[in-house]
């Protein structure tokens, strides 16, 4: 098992920035006033169909720039793309958004070996976040140890400022077993669990898997709810479950419900 690694604050590992307080908490009983430029860095804009073209990826890319996002979601192939148009104009050298690229997406089958350097080579291309699936399988037969053992060789692959969000597709886990999942993902060296790729059948993120990631990990692990929120009372019910970024490929919609 490798030395836990001191996890940074939600929203404070954006490159360039920095760290930002979490969304306002009102008194018990009501419900929070969220602004959308808040829940605008929580955003990871997403475009992961294997259809994606490279135009697509740089629209995806400006509109991140627009809405003020605090990364993209992007496949391995279109990391070094994605990282290229992170610059802001005129010269100046500050990342506008983070990159964020997906490894052993979306079965989480491929060896461990091929996960690790599917990071690196991410990394090499400009990525500075890896959303990891892990090994499904292993997580329906309570194999904790493997999934740790999984998410450490990842871990190390990378450089320790690099963002590590695993993938467990909750929608397929009890709490108990997500509960498990995100454990072996904090021994592991992980800095976020993330519900879904929200590409399995068996759906994507729900409040009942963000709430029991929260009880699991909440406050030392940032937690990604993705998969299936497209509008902004869902995204509001995940940030009040404990979600503390939300991957969304309609983060347009999504963020327009929110007031300035």
Same mark, same amino acid.
């Given at each position: 098992?490798?030395?836990? !690694?001191?996890?940074?604050?939600?929203? #404070?590992? &954006?490159?360039?920035?920095?760290?930002?307080?979490?969304p306002s908490r009102p008194a018990a009983g009501a419900r929070p006033t969220l602004r959308r430029a808040e829940v605008a860095r929580m955003v990871d804009h997403t475009l992961l169909q294997p259809s994606a073209t490279g135009e697509e990826i740089l629209a995806l890319c400006g509109e991140a720039a627009k809405l003020g996002v605090g990364a993209v979601c992007v496949a391995p192939t279109h =990391?070094?793309?994605?990282?290229? #148009?992170?610059?802001?104009? &005129?010269?100046? =050298? &500050?990342?506008? +958004?983070? *990159?964020?690229? *997906? $490894?052993? %997406?979306?079965?989480?089958?491929?060896?461990t070996v091929i996960k690790a350097e599917e990071a690196r080579r991410a990394v090499a291309d400009g990525a500075t976040e890896?959303?990891?699936?892990?090994? $499904?399988?292993?997580? !329906?037969?309570?194999?904790? &140890?493997?999934? @740790?053992?999984e998410i450490t060789e990842v871990r190390l692959s990378v450089p320790p400022d690099v963002v590590l969000k695993v993938i467990l597709e909750t929608a397929l886990l009890p709490d108990e077993s997500i509960g498990a999942a995100?454990?072996?993902?904090?021994?592991?060296?992980? @800095? +976020? =669990?993330?519900?879904?790729?929200? %590409?399995?059948?068996?759906?994507?993120?729900? =409040?009942r898997a963000v709430r029991a990631m929260t009880a699991a990990v909440g406050g030392r692990l940032g937690i990604k709810a993705s998969g299936g929120i497209r509008t902004t009372e869902k995204a509001i019910e995940m940030i009040e479950a404990g979600a503390t970024r939300l991957?969304?490929?309609?983060?347009?919609? *999504?963020?327009?419900? %929110?007031p300035r």
């Open positions: 098992m490798m030395q836990r !690694m001191t996890t940074a604050p939600a929203g #404070s590992d &954006r490159p360039g920035e920095e760290p930002e307080k979490s =990391v070094y793309l994605a990282a290229a #148009s992170t610059r802001r104009d &005129r010269g100046e =050298v &500050r990342p506008a +958004f983070g *990159v964020a690229s *997906v $490894i052993g %997406f979306p079965h989480g089958t491929h060896l890896i959303d990891m699936v892990i090994d $499904i399988a292993n997580a !329906m037969d309570e194999n904790w &140890r493997a999934i @740790e053992t995100c454990r072996a993902a904090e021994a592991g060296g992980a @800095e +976020f =669990v993330k519900t879904s790729t929200g %590409f399995h059948p068996a759906g994507g993120a729900s =409040v991957g969304l490929s309609a983060s347009a919609d *999504v963020l327009a419900g %929110f």
